[in-house]
């Protein structure tokens, strides 16, 4: 019996010893293992999954090789797949979130820049209508002075439209500065100043589309003046009127207007003889007559020291 026990124990020994020197050995290994990966920068995980992994495949057959390939592979799909549906879906959100931003801009801009900017130039259209409606005025300042260049108060200054039927007329007198303001509207004037004891004073004033200013000196008036000795020489212009048969014409009106600014304007009508007569000075005039069922007749005539006489022969009118 102790014969046997003996080699049992032996054996038991032996054993164990050669336990240990395989713990010693898979630990020395283990530890050589660690150092590689901490080296290579892997994790423990990983070299102990590849060390499952070979004791595994040393057990499994040859095919089980393909099915793990497979696996993997269809890991990696997934994970390609994954990562580039995630991308993609990243990206065509952000080109929609881009989308809409330019398309809200461009509604804005639609919104704020069309419907706005167009009802401003609606506006703007109809507030150009409305003032091509309305005549454009402006105002004409005159001012009336002395020949020495004191302001003339309480002057009277006149403007009348050049053209007949002309947009303003209208009489002013100067303040206290020897001015007066007109309110016009664009066209052209006569404008005339007047004040006691002074000579008148005038011009031709055209108003396009600006404010305008006009000075007018009136001097004082001197009837022993030679000058004027002479502007008062007078003359006499004798008209008869008559019809185309040669008949005077009785009552047949004759206007007699001198062609100069500010010049002379008389009427008067024809007596019994067809005859009518006017004392003007020195000048240039226009002569017209008219006389009912007769069409009118006109003349320019110049008178200069001496007297004159003029016919006008007024043809009937047609039935």
Not at 235 to 257: I, K
């Amino acid at each position: 019996m102790r014969s046997d026990v003996r080699p049992r124990k032996a054996r038991t020994r032996s054993i164990q010893t050669g336990v240990q020197v395989a713990l010693v050995v898979a630990g020395v290994a283990l530890l050589v293992a660690g150092l590689g990966l901490a080296a290579s920068g892997s994790s423990i995980d990983d070299t102990v999954g590849s060390f499952a992994d070979g004791g595994d495949d040393s057990e499994e057959p040859i095919g089980s090789g393909e099915d793990d390939a497979s696996v993997d592979d269809e890991d990696g799909d997934a994970d390609d797949n994954g990562d580039g549906e995630s991308s993609d879906e990243t990206d065509d959100s952000d080109g929609d979130r881009s989308e809409d931003d330019s398309s809200d801009d461009e509604d804005d801009d639609i919104g704020d820049g069309g419907s706005g900017d167009s009802g401003d130039d609606d506006a703007d259209d109809g507030d150009e209508e409305d003032s091509d409606g309305e005549d454009e005025r402006h105002t004409l300042t005159v001012a009336v002075e002395t020949d020495d260049g004191d302001p003339l108060e309480d002057a009277t200054v006149e403007v009348d439209a050049i053209d007949e039927g002309g947009p303003d007329e209208d009489e002013l007198e100067t303040d206290g500065n020897g001015e007066v303001e007109f309110d016009l509207a664009d066209g052209t004037y006569e404008v005339v100043a007047s004040a006691d004891d002074h000579e008148d004073d005038g011009a031709e004033m055209e108003i396009d589309g600006d404010d305008e200013r006009l000075t007018l000196v009136l001097e004082p008036s001197d009837d022993d003046d030679d000058g004027n000795d002479d502007a008062d020489e007078r003359n006499v212009l004798t008209v008869t009127v008559v019809d185309d048969d040669g008949d005077p014409l009785e009552d047949a009106t004759v206007e007699v207007t001198e062609r100069r600014l500010l010049g002379d304007r008389e009427e008067a009508t024809t007596d019994g003889d067809g005859e009518v007569e006017f004392d003007l000075a020195d000048g240039t005039y226009e002569v017209v007559a008219s006389a009912d069922d007769h069409e009118d007749d006109d003349a320019e005539i110049e008178l200069d020291g001496d007297d004159e006489q003029l016919v006008l022969v007024l043809d009937a009118e047609d039935d």
